[in-house]
């Protein structure tokens, strides 16, 4: 299942990818005999096969687990729940005499990676995309697809059909006490509709941003990869202006110079300050003397608590809140609003007692 005709010279390897990362992997495969174990990666190949099907060697980058297979999906977050749902229908309909029968547990993330050499010279991935990728997959039961949070966060939000195939599946810690917040995708019942178009998105929020969509798009895709395209889609949906859709747009970046960069580029087509609910009228008005800053520690705490809510937006909304804020309690209270669920509220909220 690994390329040794593609060469890493296809693929930039001086950059970072914001990728979809699907890990498979074959329940108690070590305990089987061989022959079991071979049957098992024949049928596994062929699954796998199926549901990549569609897509060219220049979409992905597939590394070979043994037990399994870890395939880097570098263009829209579909093709990973596409083809973890393909591998799983055809498991969980195989017919037949099947006195070993095969199961599989399945993870998906949305994170970041880079692609690399390995010690053959085929192109390979590295990075926490793949870390999280693979413990998201730990958590799985057997026949079981979870995704991360910030999977879910871009691919849910692409149609309301999406939506319906996940449900949240509660906050799992891994072996570094890291928890992740995990969503089951179930296997679907029936067609969903097509994706709204960025167009139809943006023009919601700002008619006068809808010519610059692509422009937006090439110098995001420069910086985290083809699926800019679906970022920006994504990132429209939660936006009631083009200062807001920046500002999401900037949480899918990690690093600050690439951020700097992605808005150098974009020039003058997002605004330099939230200016369009602003009342003019105001602007005579004496600025309030600014508040004292909460303590980087607070901030970053703020911000792993958040996330496990509301994904990468947690950095963004805790930057913006913490402006207007001078305790860690008040800090939190202004965050809860951003949760959806009224009990994901409340328990957010009590985490600003913990020590």
């Not at 990818?17 to 022959?35: A, G, I, K």
């Not at 202004?334 to 994901?344: G, Q, T, V």
Request: hydrophobic share 40%; glycine share 6%; with cysteine.
């Amino acid at each position: 299942m690994s390329n040794p005709e593609r060469t890493a010279e296809s693929f930039d390897l001086e950059r970072t990818w914001l990728v979809s990362v699907l890990f498979v992997d074959m329940v108690r495969y070590s305990t089987q005999s061989q022959e079991v174990q071979a049957q098992w990666r024949t049928r596994f190949k062929q699954y796998l096969n199926e549901g990549l099907k569609d897509l060219t060697e220049h979409d992905r980058v597939i590394l070979d687990c043994g037990d399994g297979a870890a395939i880097v999906f570098l263009g829209e977050p579909e093709a990973a729940m596409t083809c973890a749902l393909s591998v799983l229908g055809n498991i969980v309909l195989e017919k037949g005499p099947l006195p070993k029968p095969l199961h599989v547990r399945i993870g998906i993330n949305l994170g970041s990676v880079r692609l690399v050499r390995d010690i053959n010279g085929n192109l390979a991935a590295a990075g926490d995309g793949i870390n999280v990728g693979q413990r998201i997959m730990s958590f799985a039961g057997d026949n079981q697809i979870l995704v991360s949070r910030s999977f879910y966060e871009v691919a849910s939000l692409l149609t309301d059909g999406y939506a319906a195939l996940f449900r949240a599946d509660g906050v799992r810690k891994d072996k570094h006490q890291r928890e992740h917040r995990v969503y089951e995708l179930h296997l679907p019942n029936a067609a969903h509709p097509a994706p709204a178009t960025n167009t139809q998105i943006i023009r919601k929020i700002a008619p006068q941003f809808a010519a610059n969509i692509k422009t937006v798009e090439h110098h995001l895709a420069l910086i985290v990869g083809p699926i800019a395209r679906r970022i920006v889609q994504s990132a429209g949906q939660r936006a009631g202006s083009a200062t807001e859709l920046r500002d999401n747009l900037l949480a899918f970046i990690p690093e600050k110079i690439d951020q700097e960069r992605f808005l150098t580029a974009c020039g003058d087509i997002f605004p330099a300050t939230s200016t369009e609910s602003f009342d003019t009228a105001q602007t005579s008005v004496p600025k309030p003397k600014p508040l004292p800053p909460l303590e980087p520690a607070i901030l970053e705490r703020a911000r792993k608590d958040l996330a496990l809510y509301v994904g990468p937006m947690a950095k963004v909304l805790v930057n913006r809140a913490a402006a207007k804020v001078s305790t860690r309690m008040e800090l939190y209270q202004a965050l809860a609003p951003e949760i959806p669920s009224a009990k994901d509220r409340e328990a957010f909220l009590k985490l600003a007692a913990v020590p």
